[in-house]
């Protein structure tokens, strides 16, 4: 199983914005579902946003409207352009790509996941 590569974190004040992206090595990223994770201190791992092989989108509540995820796959790479960024939106963000959508949301690969990116937003 290939693991994603995760970049763009970074310190940022709150109503500020970053763009996260996701390299995913290998063969058949065209084909691939692929979803953002967060995990806040002391907290568990949440769903983000996922987006088809297709190019449907789902957003979690918490960021409809404030987050983007969008792909392009001549270059294996999904990106998370966050905007008017919230201290809530404090965590280390994960990329898992090869899962599945099921009932309406997106399952992860459970062998396919990237290393993280810390996201800090300064109120």
């Known amino acids: 199983q290939v693991q994603p590569v995760e970049s763009g974190g970074g310190l940022v004040q709150a109503g500020g914005s970053l763009r996260l992206s996701c390299a995913v090595p290998?063969?058949?990223?065209?084909?691939?579902?692929v979803g953002w994770y967060r995990q806040p201190p002391g907290k568990q791992r949440e769903l983000v946003a996922a987006?088809?092989?297709?190019?449907?989108?789902k957003y979690a509540d918490s960021v409809k409207e404030r987050f983007i995820i969008s792909r392009d796959n001549a270059k294996n790479t999904v990106y998370l352009q966050m905007n008017s960024l919230k201290a809530e939106d404090t965590a280390v963000y994960y990329c898992?790509?090869?899962?599945?959508?099921?009932?309406?949301?997106?399952?992860?690969?459970?062998?396919?996941w990237g290393q993280g990116t810390q996201v800090t937003v300064s109120s």
């Open positions: 898992n790509a090869g899962g599945i959508f099921n009932t309406g949301t997106y399952v992860p690969n459970s062998r396919s």
């Open positions: 290998g063969n058949g990223f065209s084909r691939k579902n």
């Open positions: 987006i088809f092989w297709g190019g449907t989108a």
